[in-house]
């Protein structure tokens, strides 16, 4: 097999050499292609007499044989190891501005990254958010190992032992060439029928004025476009979503536009009826004005307006309540959403821990909204809570865009589904 060997800039890049000979030694062929940084750690003869291969760093150099897009083309398996946050960062930008950034940006084979650097590093938000993009695009990350780092400091930031990093990389590589599987990776909700509700709802007070929220149905437009990318049929209830986000959708997605709590219950119950799963992903009003005005309100002297309120049905455990009552649903897979923030008593996991009991559902996808965990404008942190043999089971965090989120719930969801047989 050919492998391609990228090496970083960091004091780990000797270990590099441990990694070449160990893919030697199982006879296959290494090309190194370091940046110009790991020169300074580890030198281009000890990396060319080990791989018995001439080793450049530039896009520049050998430029006859295209080196910057042959070298990606022709790779079996792709090993960067270490990864330094800063190539990691370039990666996840798609920049190209070096011989491996280039080589990365052009191969379709596996690529496996095995990060090394400072616990700092590694923990700092912008790291963890180009993580998940790289994780998201299907590049394999290796978690780095805990111990003594460079200095006196220790801690989450080692480079994995070179021959783990091989062993898990050729392994990926092996599951890539069964055919029977690469299917149902990509398109694990082929034939399933996914129910999602997106958007946020609208009560209304007379014909031209609501109450509302702010919900744009980003996250759910997202939810739909991934759940069709994983080969699924999608109906999509839209709780007053922008046209321009929904004509952003892929051709065979079914759009219900609702406005009210009660119509986005009656649409949920209607496709629930046909549906492998379902994904509340909409912001629910919690009351409704207690009567519409026919024609518009007019002011009526300076008292002020008191308005009456009703409580709306909570459309999510009505869906886990119906499917309880007919058998035929009973393996239907229902999802909710979570926005918490926590107070002096309780953590904002501990109130989605109870949302979770309380509504029944299968997952929960739980977003801590607190004011000191915001993760840049547009990423959000989620965990994902599942029931495990009765007990509550708590996710890793996970930081990404709501493209990324929504990979995530679908992955997760597609899990579950895979016990299950069709309803449809
Ligand atoms: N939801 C629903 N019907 C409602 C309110 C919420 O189906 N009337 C769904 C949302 O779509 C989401 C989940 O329930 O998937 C949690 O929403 P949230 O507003 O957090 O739940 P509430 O039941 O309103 O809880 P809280 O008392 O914390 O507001």
Not at 171 to 195: A, C, F, K, M, N
Not at 199 to 224: C, H, M
Not at 316 to 338: C, H, M, N, W, Y
Not at 368 to 392: P, W
């Amino acid at each position: 097999m050919r492998v391609v060997l990228g090496v970083a800039g960091g004091i780990a890049a000797y270990k590099a050499a441990h990694v070449i000979r160990r893919l030697r030694e199982l006879d296959h062929s290494v090309k190194v292609v370091p940046t110009a940084n790991a020169l300074k750690f580890i030198g281009a003869p000890t990396l060319e007499a080990l791989s018995g291969q001439t080793v450049t760093t530039d896009v520049f150099d050998e430029v006859d044989t295209v080196n910057h897009v042959r070298i990606g083309q022709e790779a079996d398996l792709v090993i960067i190891a270490p990864a330094t946050a800063d190539l990691i960062a370039k990666i996840a930008a798609g920049r190209a501005d070096d011989l491996l950034t280039a080589s990365v940006l052009t191969t379709t084979a596996e690529v496996v990254v095995a990060p090394a650097m400072h616990t700092e590093m590694w923990l700092n938000p912008a790291t963890v958010a180009n993580i998940a993009t790289l994780r998201s695009r299907g590049i394999h990350v290796l978690d780095p190992a805990v111990g003594r780092l460079t200095g006196p400091d220790s801690g989450p930031g080692r480079l994995p032992e070179p021959e783990d990093i091989v062993d898990f990389a050729l392994s990926r590589q092996t599951d890539r060439t069964r055919p029977e599987q690469s299917s149902t990776e990509t398109r694990p909700l082929s034939g399933r029928r996914i129910v999602i509700s997106a958007g946020g709802t609208r009560e209304a007070l007379d014909p031209v004025r609501f109450l509302g929220n702010r919900s744009s149905g980003k996250q759910g437009i997202a939810l739909a476009k991934a759940a069709h990318a994983a080969g699924s049929h999608v109906d999509l209830v839209a709780a007053n979503i922008d046209s321009g986000l929904l004509s952003g959708l892929p051709a065979g997605i079914t759009i219900t536009p609702v406005e009210s709590t009660l119509e986005l219950q009656a649409a949920m119950h209607t496709a629930q009826t046909h549906a492998d799963a379902i994904i509340m992903a909409a912001a629910v009003a919690d009351y409704r004005p207690a009567e519409a005005t026919d024609s518009k309100m007019k002011k009526s002297g300076d008292d002020g307006l008191t308005l009456r309120l009703v409580q709306n049905p909570d459309i999510l455990r009505g869906l886990v309540d119906e499917r309880g009552r007919q058998t035929r649903l009973g393996d239907q897979i229902i999802v909710g959403f979570a926005a918490e923030t926590g107070d002096a008593d309780t953590t904002a996991l501990d109130y989605a821990r109870a949302k979770f009991r309380r509504k029944g559902v299968d997952l929960l996808v739980f977003n801590d909204v607190s004011d000191d965990r915001a993760f840049g404008h547009d990423d959000t942190m989620v965990q994902i809570i599942s029931s495990d043999d009765g007990e509550i089971a708590v996710g890793e965090e996970f930081v990404g865009s709501k493209d990324d989120v929504s990979q995530k719930v679908i992955a997760a969801l597609s899990a579950q589904l895979t016990h299950v047989e069709s309803t449809t």
